[in-house]
C-alpha cells in the first residue's frame, strides 16, 4: 500500500509559483511551467464572475439530482459510462487540436467530422481540452461534443480553483481532470469534495507512485495514470503496472497515453485498467471511427 518507504514529492503548493518553475521537474521553463503561468491570470479573470458561476454551477447541480442516476444528464454520468460499458476495456475519446510539445496534431480542424466519427464508432466517453492558448481547445466545445456525440464529457484543463469547477459545469461537463502534482493533498481532496458536491465525476491523474500516494489519500474513487513524463514526455506502459498494485481497492482506473495498439490494451486489461484515455492516436488518423473499432473494438 502507499505510504510505505515513500516520500511525497514536492508539488506546487503555490500554483503561482509556475511562472518560476514547477517543483519536482528537471525544467523551470517547462511547458507545465509556463501553461501554469497562464492559467493563474485566465483564473484571476473569473474572479468578477465568480459569484454568478457558482450560483449557476448550483443550480444546475440540483438539476442533475432531479433528474436521477439513470438520466443522461444525471448525477456522475462519466463513471456511469465507463462502469456500465460491455467493452471489456471502455474507451474515452479525446478532442485534442494541438500540444505544446507535439505541436499541431489534427490538421484541417473539423469539428463536425472528429463528432461524427466518434458518435459513430459509439465511444464510451469523451475527453474534451477545453484550454485554449496552449492547446488550442476551447470551452464551448465542451456542450458541442457531448449533444454531437451523446456521450459524457470529461473537462480537460489545468484545475486548480474551484471557480474552474464551476465554470466546467456552467458549460455542460459531466467530469473534471486533477492533476495531483500540480495540486497538494489538502487542494485535491477540496477540489475533489467541490466536484462532489456539483454531481460530478473528478478523474485524478498521477504520473509516478508519489502521485498515486497522494491520490489514495485523497480518497480518489476514479484514477488516470498517464505513461507520458512530465519533464521527458518519454511514454512507458509500465508506469500503470507499477502503479496499479498501489491504488485502494475498487478504484476505477483509467490508462492515458501511448496506447495505440490492441495489444496496448489487453495488456492494460490485465492489470486490471477499466478504461483507456486516447487522443493523438485518433486524432491522427483520417478515419476517427476506424481508429476506434481498430483499437478497442465495436460496442456490442
Given amino acids: 500500500m502507499p505510504g510505505r518507504g515513500l516520500r511525497t514529492r514536492p508539488f506546487l503548493g503555490n500554483i503561482a509559483a509556475a511562472a518560476k518553475g514547477v517543483h519536482g521537474l528537471e525544467s523551470p ?16 479573470g473569473l474572479r468578477a464572475s465568480a459569484a454568478d458561476l457558482a450560483y449557476l454551477a448550483r443550480k444546475l447541480a440540483e438539476e442533475a439530482v432531479s433528474a436521477g442516476a439513470e438520466a443522461p444528464d444525471g448525477t456522475f454520468a462519466f463513471v456511469r459510462a465507463l462502469v456500465s460499458s460491455p467493452r471489456p476495456v471502455a474507451v474515452i475519446a479525446e478532442v485534442k ?18 463528432a461524427r466519427g466518434y458518435a459513430e464508432a459509439q465511444v464510451d466517453a469523451l475527453s474534451v481540452l477545453a484550454e485554449r492558448v496552449h492547446f488550442a481547445g476551447d470551452p464551448f466545445y ?19 480553483d474551484p471557480v474552474q469547477i464551476d ?7 459531466d467530469a473534471v481532470l486533477l492533476i495531483a502534482r500540480i ?12 466536484a462532489r458536491s456539483l454531481a460530478l465525476d473528478a478523474l485524478v491523474e498521477v504520473h ?4 498515486a500516494e497522494k491520490a489514495v489519500r485523497a480518497k480518489a474513487q476514479l484514477v488516470g495514470i498517464n505513461h507520458r513524463d512530465l519533464a521527458s514526455f518519454r511514454v512507458d506502459l509500465g508506469v500503470s503496472e507499477r ?4 491504488l485502494s481497492p475498487g478504484t476505477i482506473v483509467v490508462a492515458e497515453s501511448g496506447i495505440s495498439r490492441p495489444e496496448d490494451v489487453a495488456r492494460l ?11 493523438e492516436h485518433f486524432m491522427h488518423q483520417a478515419d476517427v471511427a476506424a481508429a476506434v473499432r481498430s483499437l478497442v473494438g465495436p460496442l456490442s
Avoid: C, M, N
Fill in 29 to 44: 521553463s517547462s511547458f507545465l511551467a509556463q501553461i501554469l503561468a497562464d492559467k493563474v491570470r485566465e483564473v484571476e
Fill in 97 to 114: 487540436r494541438r500540444s505544446p510539445s507535439r505541436g499541431t496534431i489534427r490538421e484541417p480542424w473539423d469539428v463536425y467530422a472528429v
Fill in 142 to 160: 465542451v456542450p458541442f461534443f457531448r449533444r454531437a456525440v451523446g456521450r459524457p464529457v470529461l473537462w480537460k484543463d489545468f484545475v486548480f
Fill in 167 to 173: 465554470l466546467a459545469r456552467v458549460h455542460g461537463a
Fill in 183 to 194: 495540486l497538494d493533498e489538502a487542494t485535491l481532496a477540496k477540489l475533489l469534495e467541490h
Fill in 208 to 211: 509516478d507512485e508519489f502521485d
Fill in 243 to 246: 502503479i496499479v498494485p498501489l
Fill in 269 to 279: 486489461a490485465r492489470l486490471g485498467v477499466r478504461a483507456v484515455l486516447v487522443g
